[in-house]
């Protein structure tokens, strides 16, 4: 099974490392990406396209992370999607926004680059075990 992810991040590099983090782990992954909020709400609205897990950045210019993840809550058709904060932030009061703005998730981009690919992978295993979602 083809399992999609969709990486939300103004960060090019930050992209390219979660999608490579992502492939490490030998699974058959499609990946999309979306540099702003307003691109990524557009493609999740696509009917052609609904991710099976979202990783999102907080910190965008324009529309922020949580403003994103309050759109995708509050859309029918999108709510149930799992999405997974990925963000430099280390502000508790970021956790506590995201977890209660329906965050499945929240990880911390860390400077170690195997700690973050570790961390990456980590999602991908515990979500994609529990895929319930269909494209």
């Known amino acids: 099974m083809l399992y999609n992810v969709l990486i939300i991040d103004d960060n090019i590099g930050d992209i390219l490392l979660m999608q490579h ?4 782990n030998g699974k058959n992954i499609q990946f999309r990406s979306a540099l702003n909020g307003a691109e990524s709400l557009a493609m999740l609205r696509e009917s052609s396209y609904l991710p099976h897990l ?4 907080i910190n965008m210019p324009g529309m922020s992370g949580i403003e994103v993840l309050r759109r995708i809550r509050s859309d029918e058709h999108l709510r149930d999607i799992p999405v997974v904060i990925v963000t430099h932030s280390s502000l508790d009061s970021d956790r506590v926004e995201s977890y209660h703005n329906g965050a499945s998730g929240y ?18 295993n515990h979500y994609h075990g529990n895929d319930n979602s269909s494209s």
């Open 54 to 57: 979202v990783l999102l950045d």
């Open 107 to 124: 990880i911390q981009k860390s400077a170690d680059l195997n700690e973050f690919i570790l961390d990456i992978e980590m999602i991908l």
């Open 21 to 24: 983090a992502l492939s490490k």
